[in-house]
């Protein structure tokens, strides 16, 4: 038995509440983004020690292009703290300045079935949509994102539903090294402040936004004041209720969920009793909502762009991230190392 099992090291095993998410520098950030992760990763910054990585190494098990990486990688910075996070606040690092990553996650991968990687889900879809390049990066994604977590030994972690399944895999992982080589880790979970994750709906009426589906339904905080309100008047609608407080067929009610994001108390009631009086006129509605959304936006992205243009601020950033970051990382694989008996002098 190790030495931490007897005597406790003075890192608790289960400190305090330690937040930790990674988020993807593939594609552009959308409102879908900001109402689903970012605005409680704004809130968590105030209340827990957070550590927020841009997940520049994963994405690397599907666009190995590191050109378009980099400039990726700025992006997701500048427009994550346009978006409020505080890098003075939270530690906000790249996955790749962190070598500590990678040496957990060699020694997780030794914990980690070849039978339980391939039934992931997430692996089984990427497989598919990629054969040509099936690595075993991929396989062992969960794994690296095991790393990441509980490398600041963090339990909590704000993701969505898509990630249930890694943070599963995550905490057999932990359950098994700790198991073999002491308690060290404690066990991460799912964590969004107890409610469900609001999803924002895209503009075509079917399913939600997101980066990779329909351009026209998704707002992107990249997306300059004209085309937020093209693409708002295209949203689908129809000719009217025809029955007095019908109920709403779901891309009405969809554009009424969207509207509560941004619009007013007195315009949502306005267009509500339009609706049941059968008064209501879309092209009214969706010229508001466009309005609202532009007010919404374009303060985003005029400060992304600010910070766009600053390089140094943004080197700055990194080079700060990195720092505090790996001292946490250090801290737990020094840990790491003397449990396992890596340490033989
Ligand atoms: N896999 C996550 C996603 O696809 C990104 C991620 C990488 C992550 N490392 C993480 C999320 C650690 C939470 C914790 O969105």
Do not use: W
Not at 123 to 151: C, M, S, W
Not at 255 to 264: E, P, R, Y
Not at 309 to 329: F, H, I, P, T
Request: net charge neutral; hydrophobic share 35%.
């Amino acid at each position: 038995m190790s030495e931490i099992n007897k005597t406790m090291d003075p890192i608790s095993p289960f400190p305090s509440k330690i937040v930790m998410s990674g988020i993807r520098p593939t594609g552009m950030v959308h409102l879908g983004n900001y109402f689903g992760a970012i605005r409680n990763y704004v809130k968590m910054q105030e209340e827990f020690e957070c550590y927020f990585m841009i997940a520049d190494l994963h994405s690397l098990t599907t666009h190995p292009d590191t050109q378009t990486l980099k400039s990726n990688v700025r992006r997701v910075l500048a427009e994550n703290i346009a978006c409020g996070l505080d890098p003075e606040k939270a530690t906000f690092f790249c996955q790749s300045h962190v070598y500590e990553t990678s040496e957990l996650y060699l020694y997780l991968n030794m914990l980690a079935y070849k039978g339980e990687l391939e039934k992931t889900v997430t692996f089984k879809d990427k497989a598919r949509q990629h054969p040509e390049n099936v690595n075993a990066g991929l396989l062992t994604y969960p794994v690296l994102q095991t790393a990441d977590i509980i490398l600041h030994r963090a339990s909590l972690v704000p993701v969505g539903k898509d990630q249930e399944q890694h943070l599963e895999m995550a905490r057999n992982f932990v359950v098994r090294f700790n198991h073999r080589y002491g308690n060290i880790f404690p066990e991460p979970h799912a964590f969004n402040y107890q409610q469900e994750l609001i999803k924002v709906p895209g503009l075509d009426g079917s399913g939600k936004m997101s980066k990779s589906e329909n351009n026209m339904a998704t707002l992107y905080f990249a997306d300059d004041d004209d085309t937020i309100r093209k693409k708002v008047m295209k949203a689908k609608t129809d000719s009217g209720p025809t029955e007095m407080n019908a109920p709403k067929p779901d891309y009405i009610e969809n554009i009424f969920m969207l509207m509560k994001l941004v619009c007013s108390d007195d315009v949502i009631r306005k267009f509500e009793e339009d609706y049941n009086q059968c008064t209501i006129r879309y092209g009214d509605l969706k010229k508001q909502l466009g309005e609202d959304m532009v007010n919404f936006i374009s303060p985003i992205r005029q400060k992304t762009n600010d910070i766009l243009a600053n390089d140094e601020y943004l080197v700055e950033v990194m080079k700060k991230g990195a720092q505090k970051s790996r001292e946490s990382a250090q801290k737990t694989m020094e840990l790491v190392r003397k449990a396992m008996g890596l340490n033989y002098f």
